[in-house]
């Protein structure tokens, strides 16, 4: 860091277990991508590429091969992975895998109806060959787990081969773990974090009063997810309780009591 500053949070350092920062690139240039690892690569764990933009960016392999050299680990949105799934083409998506040189990938049903046991086999495929991240939840908002689900899910999903596992809130944070509005189903939360273990979940959070939220409940080094290329910086400001919303969340009582 540039200065020294007392009575911040100790975070994780990467290759990190917990406390990490999922970003989303939605169709970055090669020059976007620089600038981004050049300003905040160091705050980066993953990036995920959104739903199928991988189909369409330019020099993707180029684009892979600088996060790589930067220590992040990329994966294909879950999304493309369902448009294969849907079209017969697992084996198929193997192969990419290993064209574009990938560790990591995400296995979800958001789109597409998978019955539980087939995902699972999914995963436990996968995870002989990559990194599994499993996405949990449903882009779709006539769909709606109760708490029970989520947490059979998880389990089952965590047992089966996967890292970690993502609550699903889609780009725009108004689904799965938030109401229409955004806000978080805290109830719901509260349940999920005791019965999985918040270390084991990757919280979709791409809105910084969704940020706030987790930050305040589950401290500095809670994993978040769906992060804009933007907002890296902003977030890490967040966990170090360097902006308002979290100002006082690891200062000591006496400054508390003085300034607050």
Not at 176 to 197: F, L, P
Request: net charge negative.
């Amino acid at each position: 860091m540039n200065f020294e500053l007392p009575y911040l949070p100790e975070r994780t350092q990467k290759p990190r277990q917990r406390g990490l920062t999922m970003m989303m690139d939605k169709g970055l240039s090669n020059t976007q991508t620089e600038y981004v690892i050049d300003s905040c690569g160091h705050l980066i764990d993953l990036v995920k590429f959104g739903f199928g933009t991988s189909y369409l960016t330019k020099n993707l392999k180029v684009k892979l091969a600088l996060y790589r050299e930067a220590n992040i680990k990329c994966y294909l949105g879950g999304t493309l992975f369902e448009v294969f799934v849907a079209r017969g083409l697992f084996d198929e998506y193997r192969k990419l895998l290993d064209d574009l040189k990938l560790d990591v990938a995400e296995v979800s049903d958001g789109c597409i109806h998978l019955p539980q046991d087939e995902k699972l086999k999914f995963i436990e495929k996968l995870s002989e060959q990559v990194t599994v991240l499993s996405e949990v939840g449903s882009k779709s908002s006539d769909v709606v787990l109760s708490d029970e689900e989520w947490i059979n899910k998880m389990t089952t999903e965590l047992q089966a081969g996967s890292w970690k596992v993502i609550a699903e809130a889609r780009e725009s944070g108004t689904i799965g773990i938030y109401d229409s509005s955004g806000s978080a189903k805290k109830e719901m939360i509260d349940h999920i974090s005791n019965e999985v273990g918040t270390d084991n979940i990757i919280w979709e959070a791409p809105i910084k009063g969704q940020q706030v939220y987790f930050i305040n409940k589950f401290g500095a080094n809670v994993n978040l997810g769906n992060i804009a290329s933007s907002e890296v910086i902003p977030l890490e400001t967040l966990r170090l309780g360097l902006r308002g919303d979290t100002f006082f969340n690891c200062l000591p009582d006496e400054i508390i009591k003085k300034f607050s």
